[in-house]
């Protein structure tokens, strides 16, 4: 069976009106028909004109993105995302005389993306096609020094020059002017993974069909089927496709960002990410049969940095043991929550920090004889418990309450606490942890009874009113 040398596919001769005309036997590809505006690339291409990078536009001084291709040129405003903006000072088209924007990527042609975050635009700068035209390498710059290069089937030669768009989550790349030319993507060699889990996972070569791991893909080309001979992946610099360079951000920021760590993605990301491997175990058999659950909602807010982190590896492990890694492999850094520290403390019931095991045992009342010498511990300790300053103006009175947990404290009423007041406590951070302190002192010299509460009483309390007062003293 005869294969077009533009796309690899099937075809076969068919005549009309008097002219031999190959026709693809299950359509796409090359449109069904031999077309004029793509040429048959064999072997490495280059372009020297075509380029993308960040300038400044001529006429109104402002940022913009200059992207000059085989088509002409187009000039486009930051950022360099979705959906393209052509930049007002460059667009001669009749829609902005109207005050409409125009886009360089048609909403019809956007509409075949589920999820445009995960969209690169960029010009195709060199490509290399096998000697048997089943796969290529295609270079594509999407900003100055930024490049990222991609194995894909079938001959993709003819891209060079040409603006494409690099679908991430879809492993596709589709030529902008006409996206009926869209190639699948086999893996990204450049900027290469870092994740094990993406390194480890096997894939078809396309030039013999045998299993092999995705850091090893590069070297089995080479050594079995002599590819690529122009192009050179080492030269090519290891950076993150979803980085951008930022020059005017100053250097405290650039080392604050340096050293915050990844936790795990923003919740809405991740549950399209927990949809997407949930629809995936609905069709191919799992072990376990489900992908782990994410922290959202309610998880998110009841679970600390390290739980999110820890749940989050299990869903990489999740996908990378049942083959579906490559639905996690596209997430941008942006999309992730990032901390300067991770959080390891308890969460409370009230959603905030836990410092203490959160106890459910039922409490019970000491005996009186523990009450008094609890009492007596407490009035001995006073001083050192309270401090010098604040011992001068308060006293213990009784451990009162139904199950005895409750202080009581003299003060004299005149005088102001370091926590802001005897009835409430600052709004600053620092003055309420004296408060905190205080009590910890006071639960320290009692210990192992505790109290919850710690009221301050300005007038004596006379014992024929509170009874149970006398047998504290």
Same mark, same amino acid.
């Given at each position: 069976m005869p294969i077009c040398s533009r796309c690899g596919s099937e075809i076969e001769f068919r005549y009309i009106k008097g002219r031999c005309i190959p026709l693809h036997l299950y359509g796409g590809g090359c449109g069904g028909s031999a077309r004029s505006d793509v040429y048959d690339y064999a072997g490495y291409s280059r372009?020297?004109?075509?380029?993308?990078?960040?300038?400044?536009?001529?006429?109104?001084?402002?940022?913009?993105?200059?992207?000059?291709?085989?088509?002409?040129?187009?000039?486009?405003?930051?950022?360099l995302g979705p959906p393209w903006y052509k930049h007002p000072c460059m667009?001669?088209?009749?829609?902005?005389?109207?005050?409409?924007?125009?886009?360089v990527v048609s909403e019809s042609a956007l509409a075949k993306f589920g999820h445009r975050d995960s969209l690169i635009i960029g010009i195709v700068k060199e490509a290399e096609a096998s000697a048997s035209k089943l796969c290529s390498l295609i270079n594509i710059e999407h900003g100055r020094d930024k490049n990222i290069v991609l194995l894909v089937k079938n001959n993709a030669g003819f891209l060079v020059g040409h603006l494409v768009l690099y679908d991430q989550r879809g492993k596709s790349v589709s030529w902008v002017e006409n996206e009926s030319y869209t190639f699948r993507v086999i893996t990204r060699l450049k900027p290469r993974f870092v994740q094990p889990e993406s390194l480890a996972r096997h894939i078809e070569c396309p030039e013999c069909?045998?299993?092999?791991?995705?850091?090893?893909?590069?070297?089995?080309?080479?050594r079995q089927h002599w590819f690529p001979q122009k192009i050179d992946l080492k030269r090519l610099p290891d950076q993150s496709p979803s980085v951008t360079r930022n020059?005017?951000?100053?250097?405290?920021?650039? +080392?604050?960002? #340096? %050293? &915050?760590? /990844?936790?795990? !993605?923003?919740?809405?990301?991740?549950?399209?990410?927990?949809?997407?491997?949930?629809?995936?175990?609905?069709?191919?058999?799992?072990?376990?049969?489900?992908?782990?659950?994410?922290?959202?909602?309610?998880?998110?807010?009841?679970?600390?940095?390290?739980?999110?982190?820890?749940?989050?590896?299990?869903?990489?492990?999740?996908a990378s043991a049942n083959g579906c890694v490559d639905i996690i492999e596209g997430i941008p850094d942006r999309e992730f929550y990032r +901390?300067?520290? #991770? %959080? &390891?403390? /308890?969460?409370? !019931?009230?959603?905030?920090?836990?410092?203490?095991p959160w106890d459910?045992?039922?409490?019970?009342?000491?005996?009186?004889?523990?009450?008094?010498?609890?009492?007596?511990?407490?009035s001995a300790l006073w001083t050192d418990i309270a401090g010098s300053d604040l011992s001068t103006i308060t006293r213990p009175i009784a451990l009162t309450g139904k199950k005895a947990r409750r202080l009581l404290v003299q003060v004299e009423g005149t005088v102001t606490p370091p926590w802001g007041g005897w009835t409430y406590r600052s709004s600053h951070e620092a003055a309420r942890r004296s408060f905190t302190r205080f009590r910890s002192a006071v639960n320290k010299a009692i210990s192992p009874h505790e109290v919850d509460h710690i009221d301050f009483v300005t007038n004596p309390l006379p014992s024929l009113l509170f009874p149970e007062l006398g047998s504290s003293h």
């Open positions: 372009s020297g004109e075509s380029s993308c990078f960040l300038t400044k536009c001529p006429a109104c001084g402002d940022g913009v993105y200059f992207i000059r291709h085989n088509g002409g040129s187009v000039w486009i405003d930051p950022p667009d001669n088209t009749d829609v902005v005389a109207k005050g409409v924007r125009s886009q069909l045998n299993k092999i791991r995705v850091e090893d893909i590069s070297e089995h080309l080479k020059r005017g951000v100053d250097r405290g920021t650039k +080392v604050k960002a #340096a %050293t &915050s760590q /990844l936790v795990c !993605p923003n919740p809405p990301r991740w549950n399209d990410v927990f949809k997407q491997l949930i629809e995936y175990a609905d069709g191919h058999p799992c072990n376990p049969s489900r992908p782990p659950a994410p922290l959202i909602l309610a998880g998110w807010t009841y679970s600390n940095n390290i739980e999110k982190m820890r749940r989050w590896r299990e869903t990489v492990d999740w +901390v300067d520290k #991770a %959080t &390891s403390y /308890l969460i409370g !019931p009230m959603a905030g920090p836990c410092y203490r459910f045992e039922t409490k019970v009342r000491p005996s009186e004889e523990e009450l008094a010498k609890h009492f007596e511990y407490l």
